[in-house]
Nanobody
Framework: VQLQASGGGLVQPGGSLRLSCVAS????????IGWFRQAPGKEREGVSC????????YYTDSVKDRFTISRDTTKNTVYLQMNSLKPEDTAVYYC???????????????????WGQGTQVTVSS
């Protein structure tokens, strides 16, 4: 099981980025997948996740209406489209899976045992 995250960078407030997470070793749409982030000096937190049971998506309150999680099953890839970025979105972003088959995802870290390497997102003018 491997996850490879990419797409981070430096962007001005109000700008957009799209993160990608390529999965290998498992079929992404059968298992829960989530995006998490960790800002300097803060704990890692869940941002968004995609349920393998029915495709339901969840977002933490601070990113609702700004971020969108999606997936391309043909590429075994999950995306995080981030719009209207704010300085407080600055963090290292990670994708992770709990390898729970056909179940509902959660934004808590518990159960997410497989992590990508992280990609830095910096929102600054």
């Amino acid at each position: 099981v491997q996850l490879q995250a990419s797409g981070g960078g430096l962007v001005q407030p109000g700008g957009s980025l799209r993160l990608s997470c390529v999965a290998s070793g498992f079929t992404l749409n059968l298992y829960n997948i989530g995006w998490f982030r960790q800002a300097p000096g803060k704990e890692r937190e869940g941002v968004s996740c995609f349920s393998s049971s029915d495709g339901t998506t969840y977002y933490t309150d601070s990113v609702k209406d700004r971020f969108t999680i999606s997936r391309d099953t043909t590429k075994n890839t999950v995306y995080l489209q981030m719009n209207s970025l704010k300085p407080e979105d600055t963090a290292v972003y990670y994708c992770a899976t709990d390898l729970r088959l056909l179940s509902a995802c959660a934004l808590g870290l518990q159960g997410y045992d497989y992590w990508g390497q992280g990609t830095q997102v910096t929102v600054s003018s």
